[in-house]
């Protein structure tokens, strides 16, 4: 079997261990060896059962043997997970709440699915919990309290990011299941405020102590305003916060929402989707086309705060809430451009709006999420606090002008991605690069004409663009020539460009 296929949704379905636990698995498996089989999705390559061996067994080269089983579907793989984990006699309290919970929502999502004409989802539900009570032992009171936690922890997980498992799950977790569903509030209200309190509650002495903590959190939490919605929809929420600088940004909640990805025009052509968690910028680009947009009163109702960065939580479920094509017609069928209205990685941004963005990136390897920056410098840092980017990441930075290259080489020999790319566009004057090596793509293009602040439409040189093409060529990169590069060279005999 080739190498084996680590699927973040599944991996997360694995109950974290304790230091001291991790400790004792690897030294058991150091003196004893892999006794146990790893258990494997046969169709997919995946693994199903054996994350935390495999990962001492190759840290260490020792031999490991594989068991396949066959499943039909993702959805089929997680059941399996979960029902394995629900039979390990190791399992705390918590953790078996929790996977009771996670069984009742994929097994009354599958409910759904199968009966979405029949008006019968109420029944479906009750169903659910009926069944899953009698084969657990259980009250059907208990499957759905069981289901309220399991929602709480993974809103918390949602905002904060993926390492909150350990906090909330792990065997001596200082969490009770009230304060997680209250740091849920705090979550679902402010992932920034939320993710300062986990810290908090990680330096606690005591669980009384760390209850206490997340509930004067929420005490504490500021009180947002609501500003008017469309079609008599729940209003959405506005709280204000602050950037280092002392500069408000926002975060806009609108309950009532079902976002999904938008379809692109030929200003994004090697991307069919976009999606927008966050807004604004502060880079003050002088032919900055979104800018000009958020701004216009036209568009008031889409950017209530114009172009001041806002985070827009509830646009984090558009990946769950968006489906792949059933055939791709062109390869960025494929494609979301992250944060086209934005620069998520701007300096302003704090790490509690990014790192949800990425937690999303890293449970839909379906897609490939594609970001643009101007501010690479950040990239480094942000690896760290991710602990590496997702597999189906790819990083961008723009270089318009010659005094961005160096920051741009520098920056991207720093950081590990599958695909690193460079955006030229608009090219605004001849660019040289020490090596493009270090991308694996070159995007260049002209200016587009604005119909929002009557930019003119651009094009480069013709020298320059060949310039910049050369350069891909000896460095062996793959170059995307946008729509809107219209410059051709026309020297004839006798002219200067000839």
Request: aromatic share 10%; hydrophobic share 40%.
């Amino acid at each position: 079997m080739s190498l084996l296929t680590i699927h973040p949704e599944l991996q997360a379905l694995i109950p974290p261990l304790t230091v001291e636990e991790y400790a004792q698995l690897e030294a058991n498996l150091v003196a004893e060896g892999c006794n146990d089989p790893l258990i494997v999705w046969q169709e997919t390559e995946t693994l199903l059962d054996g994350h935390n061996r495999l990962e001492i067994c190759q840290r260490h080269g020792l031999d490991y043997a594989i068991h396949a089983i066959s499943l039909p579907d993702l959805d089929a793989a997680k059941q399996w997970m979960i029902a394995h984990q629900l039979g390990r006699r190791n399992l705390t309290p918590d953790q078996m709440s929790y996977y009771r919970g996670k069984q009742y929502e994929l097994q009354k999502q599958q409910g759904k699915r199968t009966d979405l004409t029949s008006g019968n989802s109420y029944q479906k539900s009750h169903t659910t919990a009926a069944q899953l009570a009698r084969q657990h032992t259980v009250s059907e009171k208990t499957i759905r309290n069981d289901a309220a936690f399991t929602e709480a922890v993974d809103t918390v997980l949602a905002a904060v990011g993926p390492d909150a498992r350990q906090v909330l799950l792990a065997r001596e977790t200082p969490v009770d299941r009230h304060s997680v569903k209250t740091l849920a509030l705090i979550a679902t209200a402010s992932p920034q405020i939320a993710r300062h309190v986990l810290e908090a509650v990680q330096a606690a002495p005591t669980p009384k102590e760390a209850g206490q903590r997340i509930h004067a959190a929420l005490k504490a939490l500021p009180t947002p305003e609501p500003t008017a919605a469309p079609n008599g929809h729940a209003p959405r929420w506005v709280e204000t916060v602050f950037s280092s600088d002392g500069r408000p940004m926002y975060i806009v909640r609108d309950p009532d929402s079902h976002p999904v990805f938008n379809q692109t025009n030929e200003m994004v052509d090697w991307a069919s989707y976009t999606w927008n968690p966050v807004t604004g910028c502060w880079h003050g680009c002088e032919w900055c086309f979104a800018r000009e947009i958020a701004n216009n009163a036209r568009m008031a109702q889409v950017y209530p705060q114009q172009f001041e960065p806002t985070f827009y939580p509830d646009r984090l479920r558009a990946p769950a809430n968006t489906r792949p094509p059933a055939e791709l017609t062109r390869p960025q069928d494929r494609n979301v451009f992250v944060c086209s209205m934005a620069d998520l990685f701007g300096k302003w941004l704090p790490d509690d709006w990014i790192v949800p963005v990425f937690a999303q990136v890293r449970a839909h390897p379906e897609w490939n999420f594609l970001f643009l920056t101007k501010f690479p410098q950040r990239l480094q840092d942000l690896q760290e606090v991710l602990g590496g980017f997702p597999p189906n990441a790819w990083l961008g930075c723009t270089v318009d002008t010659q005094a961005r290259v160096a920051t741009a080489e520098r920056a991207f020999r720093q950081i590990s991605a599958p695909v690193k790319w460079l955006s030229v566009e608009p090219m605004l004057e001849r660019v040289t690069f020490h090596t493009l090596d270090v991308f694996d793509w070159v995007v260049m293009g002209g200016l587009t004409e604005s119909l929002f602040n009557g930019t003119p439409a651009f094009q480069p040189d013709w020298e320059w663009v060949e310039h910049l093409w050369d350069q891909a060529r000896r460095a062996g990169v793959p170059v995307y020539w946008k729509e809107n590069l219209t410059v051709r060279p026309k020297a004839v005999p006798g002219s200067a460009g000839a």
